[in-house]
C-alpha cells in the first residue's frame, strides 16, 4: 500500500490550495483519512480526519478554512485549505488506516508567502 500526496506549492496570503492524496494497493477506499502538517522543529500537528462513514473532524487551527473530502472510487482524499496565513507553511502528509496500523504518505510542501 502507498499513499501519493501532490498539490502543495506557493501560494500567497489569502490565497487557497487543495493538496490530495492517493492510495494504491489493497486498502479499503474508506479507510480513515487525515491530514497532519509538520513545520521543522516542531511536532506534527493534527489538522484535520475523515473516518469510514464520512464523519469529520478538524483541529481549531484550521477550522472554518480547511475542509477534508474524499473521492472513494479514486482513492483519494483532498484538503481544501482557504484563506492561508503565512504560518500555514509546513510539509503536509496524508495518513490512512491499514488493518491495525497506518500508512503516511511521503509529504507535500505548502508555502505562503507574498
Known amino acids: 500500500v502507498q499513499l501519493q500526496a501532490s498539490g502543495g506549492g506557493l501560494v500567497q496570503p489569502g490565497g487557497s490550495l487543495r493538496p490530495s492524496c492517493t492510495a494504491s494497493?489493497?486498502?479499503?477506499?474508506?479507510?480513515?483519512a487525515a491530514w497532519f502538517r509538520r513545520v521543522p522543529g516542531k511536532e506534527r500537528e493534527f489538522l484535520a480526519g475523515?473516518?469510514?462513514?464520512?464523519?469529520?473532524d478538524y483541529a481549531d487551527s484550521v477550522k472554518g478554512r480547511f475542509a477534508i473530502s474524499r473521492d472513494i472510487a479514486k482513492k483519494t482524499v483532498y484538503l481544501q485549505m482557504n484563506s492561508l496565513k503565512p504560518e500555514d507553511t509546513a510539509v503536509y502528509y496524508c495518513?490512512?488506516?491499514?488493518?491495525?496500523?497506518?500508512?503516511w504518505g511521503q509529504g507535500t510542501q505548502v508555502t505562503v508567502s507574498s
Open positions: 495518513r490512512r488506516q491499514y488493518y491495525g496500523s497506518y500508512v
Open positions: 494497493g489493497t486498502i479499503s477506499s474508506t479507510a480513515a
Open positions: 475523515i473516518v469510514g462513514g464520512g464523519t469529520t
